[in-house]
Structure formats: C-alpha cells, structure tokens
C-alpha cells in the first residue's frame, strides 16, 4: 500500500485499532516517584481511538479546523498522542516544544509556528505564560485539560483533511541560529511507517507483535517520526520513558516485554561502562536500530548485551533511513547503508558532481528523478529560500560528509553543517554564537564542536573579550550563567577559551576550522576553562 493511499494518520488509527482492538498500543514503563504514571500505564488501540475521539469533539466544539497549529509542551506525556490524532482528524498540526527551550526560544516558535493555543503540562503553565505574553496565545494544561475551549483567532480553511494536510511542525536546529520548521505531512509520516515496515533484514517487524522501547524524546522525528509511525502501521506497541535511565534500562525492557528499541550512540557507549549484571540477557529483544554508536565498540555491544545494534542514517527532513541492516553487516566500520528503490543517494562535491569511490563528498537523497520529493518534508515554514536551497539541483543537501564503496555502501564521516550533535541533540553553533555576542564583555566569539567521549560531542566556546574585560575562569563562569538563563541547558558552552584574536576570512567571518592546528585538541589548550560540572539539566520538579 503506497503511503498516499492510507490518508489521515487518524484513518489509520481507525483501521489499525479495528484489527489489534485491545492490543497494547502504547506503554510508559513504571518508575517510582513519578509524577505521572509512576507504576506504568498502557493503552490498547481501541481505548487509544476512544480517546482521540473524546479530546477530538473538544476541539471541535471550539472551531478547531484545518490551517490551525497547537504547541505541546508535554514532557513525555502519553496523553499527547491522543491530542495528535484528535488534532489531525480534525486537519490541525502539532507543534512539539522542547521542554528544554528557554523563554526565548519558546517564544520564538510559538510566535513563529502562529500557534493559536498552547497546551502545557501544569508545571511550566507559568513558564509558557512569561515566554508568550503579549501573544495573545492561550494556554491550558494537559492534565486538567477544559471541556470548553478557547476559540482560535481565526477561522479554520475550508475542506477536510488528507494525506498532503500538514499533521506536524517540528523545529530542528540550522546553521542561521534560529530553529527550522519543518512542515511534515500524514503522508510524510505513513512514509516513515511503511518504509519501517518494509526495510526487512535484521530490523523486520511482524505484525502485532513488536513492543518498541524509545527512550528518546517524542518532540523528535526519531520517536514521533520512525517509532511511533512504524507501530502504527503494524499494530505494534510503543513504549517510551520519560528519558534514558541507564539504572532502569534492563529492567524496563524485561518488565514491558521489549522485542525491540531505538539507540543513540551514547547510550551503548553507557551501558557497556556498566557493570556486568544478568538482566543484560534476560530480555527478548531482536534488534536494536539507531545511529553514532563506537565501531569500536559495536561488536562488544552486541556480544555482551545478545541483539544486533543496527546502524542507520536519517534527517527529519527526508522521510526514511538508509540502514546497514542487511547481513552480513559492516559492524566494525561506520557504515550506514546504501541506496534502494524510493531513496537515491549519491555522495557529491561543492560542484553536485559525483566524487570517486572513497572520496569524501555531500550525501544527497531524493526519492525519484520523476518525484524526487515524494515522502520527504513539505518545506521549512516562511523559508522558501532555505528549503530551494536544500534542494538545489533535484536532490535533497544533507549537509554530511561521507564516502561510498565500490558495493554502493555509504560510510558516514562528519556534518559539513555547523551543527553539534550532543547526546541527541542538534545544536546550531550560530545560535550560541549570537547569545554570547550580546554580552557587553564579549567582542568576538566562534562556538565549535570538540569531541566528548559520552556524548559524542561538546561545545566550547572560543572568545575575544572586549579590552576592558579581564579574561579567565570568573569571566567563562560569567559568560556560562548569560547563557545558561537563555538557552537550554545542553546549548551552553561546556569548555571556554580566550584568545586575543580569532582568524577571520576575506568577508571577516570567523575562519573557524583555522582556529586550532590539525591534530590538535582544543581541550588541552594552555587556559581553556573546563565548566562540564556546572553543566547540568534542569532539577525536575515533582510534576515533572
């Protein structure tokens, strides 16, 4: 079944609960001291459906329509799925925040996505109310969610929703500062779902039978995107905590009978740092599927914990991975996968012409030459040059570097962006850069990726301080705190260094891959400051 052909995920939602009925849809493994659901919960698909349509006649009471955007800030709450598909057969899009966001940047995506109601849990009502005054944005919470609403500002468009309708606007980092919003249609997502279904190999899913565990959060298109569309499509159940917990990893997986789950490389990385215990095989877990783990220890991993760790490479934007899941598999190099038919992939230069096998070049995907757009992401809102420009010659930029073998395998190398990949998280330097340009003390400031053995990578900040300010540890702890009341937590610089002066191109940009020798790591440097302890999420509140 072509994804055009399955509609609405609503629509979806109805055949699939028809077929499993009280099979588990979706689960949150118990954790003590919760404030939610702290001895697990689970929902099967027909009560899934009851409750869509329950929060659906709220909405639309309200006039809620097509054309209507409603932010989430919901911490891993499993009562948001309901919201997602009352929402979406009802023709209005999702917009996830990160419960990470500032202020700040709360209320950039708010005032940017035109969100007409914002839905909170109680613990961050106040934080949505600052972020957001004088928006004239109305905000209820999540679990004392009113019957009666408030009315949108202005009028749904006309008609009904369908595959092309927008079901989701997800904002991921870019290398101009401000997040991205990506428009993803219902047909966007049934893509990941049935591209998920049908990729075989080691990473098959059987039909009401799988229960996935991802621990990754739900305002990411690896969670809401693969995950929760690949179980949608095939009736399989979706586990999900609040976030990764190596102490309850195992337990969790036993507990909920996980048959498979997704990975980011630093969670292997942490649980091969633990030590042996028997629960570590007493699971029933067929593959793991994610992306960034160790080469160097991805045959361990799978020797100690007993499953395949399957590699793969994707972006939000495209709709579907490419995936080394094919055996025998290239464990102990950094292979993600090659092209097939419905993704075509190249490795290109500065030119968009092929480089040789081996060579270093741009991965560059589309779907077809007749439809190369075909599944992938509608576009970035209110940027059509950055979305042309992503698409320049038919084929989709990805901005990562990698290399080809002569079998067609693509080896991931680095991101050609200006992107830091932390723990998961996508932080966009530029952004980071103009938070520290703002503070009076600072007159020059490159913000870079160093290497972080835990988390895959580490910001650090290189500053010029202006002449009268005196360069040194009370200057980083200074410059760490005005970030750190403005960008969430992971974005804030964990090691610091001052310079006199920072290398500058022939436009008098910051010429930064000439800041530091080849070879050299910026973290040994004479006087960089290392602030990695004060470095820290948010304490959670017992509403969190």
């Not at 999900?240 to 789950?261: M, N, Q, V, Y």
């Not at 599944?375 to 420009?389: D, M, P, Q, V, W």
Request: net charge negative; aromatic share 10%.
């Amino acid at each position: 079944m072509d994804p055009v052909e399955y509609g609405t995920l609503y629509q979806t939602l109805q055949r699939t609960a028809a077929r499993w009925g009280n099979q588990t849809a979706y689960g949150v493994p118990p954790m003590a001291g919760r404030a939610y659901h702290p001895n697990g919960r689970t929902y099967g698909w027909t009560e899934t459906l009851a409750l869509a349509d329950a929060y659906k006649d709220v909405y639309a009471r309200a006039g809620y329509g097509p054309g209507h955007r409603i932010a989430f800030l919901f911490s891993q709450r499993p009562e948001f799925l309901f919201h997602y598909y009352a929402l979406n057969v009802l023709g209005c899009s999702v917009v996830p925040l990160n419960p990470d966001y500032r202020h700040e940047e709360i209320r950039y995506v708010v005032e940017h996505s035109e969100a007409c109601l914002c839905v909170v849990i109680e613990s961050r009502l106040e934080d949505i109310r600052v972020a957001c005054h004088g928006l004239n944005v109305p905000a209820v919470t999540l679990e004392d969610f009113p019957p009666r609403l408030p009315e949108p500002r202005l009028r749904p468009r006309d008609g009904g929703p369908d595959g092309a309708t927008e079901a989701a606007l997800l904002y991921t980092s870019g290398t101009t500062g401000r997040p991205k919003g990506c428009i993803l249609t219902n047909d966007y997502f049934h893509t990941w779902g049935t591209w998920y279904a049908g990729a075989g190999g080691v990473t098959s899913l059987r039909p009401g039978q799988e229960r996935m565990y991802n621990p990754l959060p739900l305002h990411h298109a690896n969670c809401l995107g693969i995950s929760l569309s690949g179980m949608l499509v095939t009736g399989g159940a979706l586990f999900f905590p609040d976030r990764f917990h190596a102490s309850t990893w195992w337990k969790d997986l036993i507990e909920c009978g996980i048959t498979a789950l997704h990975y980011q490389g630093v969670i292997p990385n942490v649980l091969l740092k633990m030590p042996p215990g028997p629960q570590e095989r007493q699971h029933q877990v067929r593959f793991g599927f994610g992306a960034g783990i160790d080469a160097s220890q991805h045959a361990e991993c799978e020797r100690r914990f007993g499953f395949p760790f399957v590699e793969f490479w994707a972006m939000s934007e495209t709709g579907r991975f490419i995936t080394d899941n094919i055996e025998p598999r290239l464990i102990h190099t950094r292979a993600v996968g090659r092209a097939v038919p419905g993704l075509e992939a190249r490795a290109v230069d500065a030119s968009d012409q092929d480089v040789p096998d081996g060579q270093p070049g741009e991965l560059v995907l589309r779907h077809s030459e007749a439809a190369p757009r075909k599944g992938f992401f509608s576009g970035y809102l209110k940027n059509e040059e950055a979305t042309e420009t992503a698409w320049r010659n038919g084929w989709f930029h990805t901005g990562d570097q990698v290399t080809r073998d002569a079998n067609g395998m693509f080896y991931f190398l680095d991101r050609t962006k200006n992107i830091i990949r932390r723990s998961g998280e996508n932080i966009a330097a530029a952004e980071v850069d103009e938070c520290l340009v703002a503070h009076p003390k600072v007159k020059q400031v490159a913000v870079l990726a160093v290497a972080d053995d835990l988390r895959e990578e580490e910001v650090m900040a290189c500053i010029v301080p202006q002449e009268d300010a005196t360069a040194g540890p009370d200057l980083a702890r200074e410059l760490f705190d005005w970030c750190n009341e403005r960008l969430a937590y992971f974005k804030v610089p964990a090691w610091w260094l001052f310079r006199a002066d920072l290398p500058v191109t022939t436009s008098q940009r910051v010429h930064k891959i000439q800041i530091f020798p080849a070879g050299t790591n910026p973290c040994r440097q004479p006087g960089v400051v290392d602030l990695r302890g004060m470095k820290k999420a948010p304490a959670k509140t017992a509403a969190h």
